[in-house]
């Protein structure tokens, strides 16, 4: 390596900004600009060259502006009432989130997505994230976010001459970016963790994103000498299984042990996918330490108030660690704190006793967890199937996982042009009532020719935008002039244009657009009604498949017929994603059914007025009915087959509907059925489909209730949780002998509704007393199979006691006609809601 110089001393040089402006540092550094129009504009008006070369990112720009445009914006009149103006919101906005109280969530994730410059996401569950920190602080909830800080964040894509992708890896400038360290007395906050190699320090960093802090872990420090440990942060979802599980320790242990030495004391910890599930495993550590727990005891405790969110709807993308490689690394950890290694095992297992079962991240979230959600309703019952084995003596349907739909951070993703016409025609405070669906209904006043216009404007930057990028791109690697004149030129501002982004994964099946060339040709090149495709995503490094389909598509994007009507836009990113779903006119989607858990690119469409046609997946099989969009295939599950019956699906409606709709009415000017449809779009995605929504569920299903649990169970230095541990050994010791004596008698074999039908059981509870146990009986319609379906679970009370044993009955008033029956169940009485009922609970039925 050549020689190199590093600095003896280093400092930081910041802007003399003059007094009259001097608070746009302060501005700069709370990302509160990513949604608030009116302190960005600031930025872009202080030099909107700069602006746009620094990458959107005010910090960088503010280190850049000549001193001269700084003097000269704070003699300008026009440019200090700005100023004022973004400073009151700025003040007004902080100061309403001044809240009184204990509760504390710790908002745990690998990746955010909050803006273009700050590149530590790589898609979906990134940006969710980012909308999840966001929408709490328009909520003031009392939210703390923890990540990583990745020294080169996720790839960059760039295509060579032949349309393969290759990938770069530029390095973040952590001091030109809107993050700081975090400092006490003058000092970095430093905290660390023990692996194997040895110990590894970590530095915090924090973001302010409004209200909320998210707070970055970042080895790519001196203090560490190994060059492995300052790499754990290098970069998102790169290197091998080490790499892995060193950077969900930094996460989980690390993060926990950063808000621990910040004095902060989360009384509810979300778990946003599995990657910081071993966060759990050092809050037990620090109970058995801090409050002389046992680990039962601890368990217990540390479950209370964790809530897990499951985003993965496919077994292949859970993160498992060989038993061998967890010894190496938790061997010691577990001995010093006192947790059976055995048991820290099992709970990564479906089966505890399988040693030969690898170690999964998510189960031992939800084990660890009371509370666990899928992110839509179709998730959820993809999950229940998934995880069952979880609770192998519950029904499918009774898999305690709910569901809380993903939403958009409407302010972040909503176009500027429809922001002023809803300043015109909605409420005046539309901008903070958003939520309310009925805030929506004025869109019908929106007349059809300004909507049309508002639309057709961001469309025209989207084209400028796309021409711009390629050019660049061209340019780049090196492209002819011949092929740059033609990106110059591609994309027809007045023609129907369909936007495809996302992972190139093979499930997303973007190969369905081109299956039949020439049919796609066909339609694309009609001279009357000519459509054209805007196409971006990212395929992993390692996925070759993926990279030959993005190959192919550019060369079709060559063909001398079709090279102005598709394009695709190198390094999709939140930007690309923004242009994209404010621009174009239809938002395709085409994931295999059950395989994307939720999808959120289409809410950003859909809240712009741009109409959707997708398969009813994850978000949209709750939203189809009241898109104004179009759905592909029916609902039902994913086979082979359906790959050549939804492609040839889209093409027929693309031909005989959609592209029709779209070029109908022009001589007056506006599509109007389009147009309903737009509205239609606006008048219910916007409201049902945003972050808002979204927080305020996981606050009153998940966050309240967690926060009350641990109240609960912190009660007298964690007493109720050695009781309820105490009370579990002894159930569990009794269990095998609890057994039903007699149920019955049963219904005659013919009944009328509305006439009480008497359940009873007779139950020997070895022991316990009727509080300790739930018996319930579970009624429903018999199928054709024999089984129950359509079901409903009913609590028997205890009634009287025989000897030992004890009668539980009650009367079932059957509103139904036709075959029904029932089946008794028994199980512990340890939970108030069934949601939150431990993984492998004790349950016994009365046919076992």
């Not at 939520?435 to 961001?458: G, Q, S, T």
């Not at 190139?504 to 009609?526: H, I, P, W």
């Amino acid at each position: 390596m050549p020689f190199q110089i590093q600095p003896v001393k280093e400092f930081l040089v910041r802007p003399a900004l003059p007094p009259a402006i001097s608070r746009m540092s302060d501005l700069a550094y709370n990302l509160m600009w990513s949604w608030d129009h009116s302190i960005r504009a600031i930025f872009r008006r202080l030099d909107p060259a700069l602006w746009k070369n620094s990458g959107h990112n005010p910090v960088l720009m503010l280190g850049r502006v000549p001193q001269a445009t700084l003097d000269r914006a704070a003699a300008d009149p026009r440019f200090l009432a700005a100023y004022r103006n973004a400073c009151e919101r700025y003040n007004a906005y902080l100061q309403r989130g001044e809240s009184s109280g204990n509760q504390l969530i710790a908002y745990f994730s690998m990746e955010y997505g909050l803006v273009e410059c700050m590149p530590i996401y790589s898609g979906g569950l990134g940006v969710l994230s980012g909308d999840h920190l966001k929408a709490s602080s328009d909520a003031a909830f009392p939210l703390v976010g923890v990540g990583l800080l990745y020294q080169k964040g996720y790839l960059q894509q760039a295509l060579n001459p032949d349309g393969w992708q290759q990938e770069r890896n530029p390095v973040n400038d952590f001091y030109t970016l809107p993050v700081r360290p975090i400092q006490i007395d003058g000092r970095d906050l430093i905290v660390d963790v023990k692996l194997p190699t040895g110990k590894v320090f970590i530095k915090v960093w924090y973001m302010d994103v409004g209200r909320v802090k998210l707070h970055l872990l970042d080895t790519n420090i001196p203090e560490n000498e190994q060059q492995e440990h300052r790499e754990i942060t290098d970069q998102l979802y790169g290197g091998d299984i080490l790499t892995r599980i060193r950077q969900e320790i930094v996460l989980g242990i690390g993060g926990l042990r950063a808000l621990h030495a910040l004095n902060l004391k989360p009384t509810v910890w979300h778990m946003n996918e599995g990657h910081s599930a071993f966060l759990g495993i050092e809050r037990m550590r620090l109970l058995i330490e801090e409050q002389k727990l046992e680990f039962d005891e601890a368990f217990e405790a540390c479950r209370a108030n964790n809530v897990f969110t499951t985003h993965t709807p496919v077994p292949a993308g859970i993160d498992l660690f060989d038993p061998g490689l967890l010894y190496e690394y938790f061997g010691e950890y577990c001995r010093d704190s006192g947790i059976p290694f055995d048991r820290f095992l099992a709970l990564g297992r479906f089966r505890p006793d399988n040693h030969q079962e690898p170690f999964s991240m998510a189960i031992t979230a939800f084990k660890t967890s009371a509370y666990r959600n899928a992110v839509s309703c179709l998730h959820r019952q993809v999950s229940q199937e998934m995880w069952q084995e979880l609770w192998p003596k519950l029904p499918v349907w009774e898999v305690p996982i709910t569901s809380v739909t993903n939403g958009v951070h409407l302010p972040t993703w909503l176009n500027g042009d429809l922001a002023m016409l809803y300043d015109q025609y909605l409420q005046p405070d539309w901008r903070e009532r958003y939520p309310d669906p009925k805030i929506w209904d004025l869109v019908e006043d929106i007349p059809n020719e300004e909507l049309w216009e508002a639309h057709r404007r961001r469309k025209r930057n989207l084209v400028a935008f796309v021409r711009e990028r390629a050019i660049a791109a061209a340019v780049g690697r090196k492209a002819s002039a011949a092929e740059q004149r033609r990106l110059a030129e591609v994309l027809d501002p007045d023609c129907l244009t369909i936007g495809f982004a996302r992972r190139f994964a093979t499930y997303k099946r973007a190969t369905l657009l081109f299956r039949d060339v020439e049919r796609l040709k066909r339609l694309l090149t009609n001279r009357e009604r000519p459509v054209q495709i805007v196409i971006a995503g990212k395929a992993h490094p390692k996925d070759l498949p993926g990279k030959t389909l993005i190959r192919e598509i550019v060369q079709l994007s060559r063909d001398a017929e079709m090279s102005k009507h598709i394009v695709f836009v190198e390094d999709y990113s939140i930007e690309v994603a923004r242009e994209m779903v404010q621009g174009v006119d239809l938002w395709m989607n085409t994931p295999r059914r059950g395989e994307e858990a939720c999808g959120t690119s289409g809410m950003k469409a859909g809240i712009n007025g741009v109409l959707n046609l997708s398969i009813l997946d994850g978000w949209f099989d709750e939203a189809y009915e009241i898109s104004g969009g179009w759905a592909i295939g029916d609902r039902e599950p994913y086979s082979d087959d359906q790959d050549e019956i939804h492609a040839r699906g889209i093409y027929s409606m693309l031909e005989n509907e959609i592209v029709p709709m779209y070029y109908q009415d022009r001589e007056e000017g506006v599509p109007a059925d389009w147009v309903r449809r737009m509205k239609q779009s606006l008048i219910h995605l916007s409201p049902q489909f945003n972050c808002q929504r979204m927080v305020g569920e996981y606050m009153a299903q998940l966050y309240e209730p967690a926060h009350q649990a641990y109240l609960d169970f912190s009660r007298e230095s964690f007493d109720p949780a050695r009781d309820r541990a105490r009370w579990n050994e002894r159930v569990e010791k009794v269990w095998d002998n609890v057994s039903f004596l007699e149920v019955g008698p049963g219904p005659d074999s013919s009944v009328l509704t509305g006439r009480p039908i008497p359940m009873r059981a007779v139950v020997n509870l070895a022991g316990l007393t009727p509080k300790d146990v739930r018996v319930e009986a579970v009624i429903g319609r018999v199928g054709a199979n024999g089984n129950l379906e359509e079901t409903q679970v009913m609590s028997l009370p205890s009634v009287e006691q025989q000897g030992d044993s004890f009668v539980f009955s009650r009367e079932f008033v059957p509103h139904q006609t036709g075959r029904l029956g029932y089946s008794l169940r028994i199980s512990p009485n340890h939970y108030d809601d069934p949601l939150t009922r431990p993984c492998n609970a004790l349950l016994k039925w009365s046919a076992d």
